[in-house]
T-cell receptor, first 114, second 113 residues
Framework: DAGVIQSPRHEVTEMGQEVTLRCKPISGHDYLFWYRQTMMRGLELLIYFNNNVPIDDSGMPEDRFSAKMPNASFSTLKIQPSEPRDSAVYFC????????????FGDGTRLSIL | AQSVTQPDIHITVSEGASLELRCNYS??????LFWYVQSPGQGLQLLLKYFSGDTLVQGIKGFEAEFKRSQSSFNLRKPSVHWSDAAEYFCAVAPSGTYKYIFGTGTRLKVLA
């Protein structure tokens, strides 16, 4: 089975531009998670969805960040406008709807804001 | 607040030597515990997990971890390290009944030939 698929793998853009990161979870997984990884703060949970509904977005840093999950096989994380401090690796993960099942991670999107 | 501590930022071992990576957590009840490995440019791969039962859990790639409730620890071990084990290792905790993982800051492992 295919794992969690993220696109693009790398994104370089200028400050002020809109950035959209994409994620396709593993088929049949009910939960989807967005993380950000930086040297300073490590891995942080930004938001997670259950059955396409956002459950907890307390980790979203600012209103410039938004996430959607229009269907069970697709989610986006958008930054508008982007700033240099948003540069990080963004991971998407998914898991089945059972607490004793671990999260499966994608390979991440490395984002650089110039 | 719950927290996870990986006290060793970097560890260097020789190939064939044994390895132990430390992880301590702060949480009142027994949480769900995980170890993940991240190779450069890759996502996180699950090595092993603990939910309940036997406190010594076996994982992939020859790794094992032992849950010690009295010490609030979940240390990762491998009896003989291979050069391909060089990577960054993350301990994660999920308070029981939640899906929110709290990750440690990671330990970067270097393996000498």
């Amino acid at each position: 089975d295919a794992g969690v698929i993220q696109s693009p793998r790398h994104e370089v853009t200028e400050m002020g531009q809109e950035v959209t990161l994409r994620c396709k979870p593993i088929s049949g997984h009910d939960y989807l998670f967005w993380y950000r990884q930086t040297m300073m703060r490590g891995l942080e949970l930004l938001i997670y969805f259950n059955n396409n509904v956002p459950i907890d977005d307390s980790g979203m840093p600012e209103d410039r960040f938004s996430a959607k999950m229009p269907n069970a096989s697709f989610s986006t994380l958008k930054i508008q406008p982007s700033e240099p401090r948003d540069s990080a690796v963004y991971f998407c993960a998914s898991s089945p709807g059972l607490l004793n099942q671990p999260q499966h991670f994608g390979d991440g999107t490395r984002l650089s804001i110039l | 607040a719950q927290s996870v501590t990986q006290p060793d930022i970097h560890i260097t071992v020789s190939e064939g030597a044994s390895l132990e990576l430390r992880c301590n957590y702060s949480y009142g009840a027994t949480p769900y515990l995980f170890w993940y490995v991240q190779s450069p440019g890759q996502g996180l791969q699950l090595l092993l997990k603990y939910f309940s039962g036997d406190t010594l859990v076996q994982g992939i790639k020859g790794f094992e971890a032992e849950f010690k409730r009295s010490q609030s620890s979940f240390n990762l071990r491998k009896p003989s390290v291979h050069w391909s084990d060089a990577a960054e290792y993350f301990c994660a905790v999920a308070p029981s009944g939640t899906y929110k993982y709290i990750f440690g800051t990671g330990t970067r492992l270097k393996v000498l030939a």
